[in-house]
T-cell receptor, first 116, second 109 residues
């Protein structure tokens, strides 16, 4: 049973560039949430996708956007990269938005983005 | 004030020790509470939920004090394998999980 898979695992970009990160949820899950984890910090909620729509959003600028596909996989796009965007980007899946209430989010290993 | 605050540590303890982590949250409307564990350079994983009456899972005991908006995690008989960062997590119904910065535990032999 495949867990949450993310790609790429590591990437390096320069300021001003754009990046796309990808996530496939755990089998049977239909909800994908994205988190940003800076070094020494806890994960910060970016947004959540369910039924191909953004359902909730954290305190992140519009440079952060996403998409969910019919097969429940998801992409996170970040435009006009800043040095401060360097972080581990975590994708988490659950079943239905109610999955948030159970507290059991299944995380992927993350995509580590370095912005130079 | 941050929504979820934790003492970042690190907590350095010998094997067999008992260690306690504390967490406070600012939103009194928070309804669900959890502890996640994150190993170095790995993803967070759910350790246990925290119930109002307190709950235990083997060597781990979690407690919640809604009046004080305070959550705790107690680890008894620490093992080397308990070394990790422990993340306190809260949420309101139907909203995103809010994570604390985490408390780092290092257990030594």
């Amino acid at each position: 049973d495949a867990g949450v898979t993310q790609s790429p695992t590591h990437l390096i970009k320069t300021r001003g560039q754009q990046v796309t990160l990808r996530c496939s949820p755990k089998s049977g899950h239909d909800t994908v949430s994205w988190y940003q984890q800076a070094l020494g910090q806890g994960p910060q909620f970016i947004f959540q996708y369910y039924e191909e729509e953004e359902r909730q959003r954290g305190n992140f600028p519009d440079r952060f956007s996403g998409h969910q596909f019919p097969n429940y996989s998801s992409e996170l796009n970040v435009n006009a990269l800043l040095l401060g965007d360097s972080a581990l980007y975590l994708c988490a899946s659950s079943f239905g938005t109610g999955g948030l209430n159970t507290g059991e989010l299944f995380f992927g290993e993350g995509s580590r983005l370095t912005v130079l | 004030r941050k929504e979820v605050e934790q003492d970042p540590g690190p907590f350095n303890v010998p094997e067999g020790a008992t260690v306690a982590f504390n967490c406070t949250y600012s939103n009194s409307a928070s309804q669900s509470f959890f502890w996640y564990r994150q190993d170095c350079r790995k993803e967070p994983k759910l350790l246990m939920s925290v119930y109002s009456s307190g709950n235990e899972d083997g060597r781990f005991t979690a407690q919640l004090n809604r009046a004080s908006q305070y959550i705790s995690l107690l680890i008894r008989d620490s093992k080397l394998s308990d070394s990790a960062t422990y993340l306190c997590v809260v949420n309101q119904a139907g909203t995103a999980l809010i994570f604390g910065k985490g408390t780092t535990l290092s257990v030594s032999s």
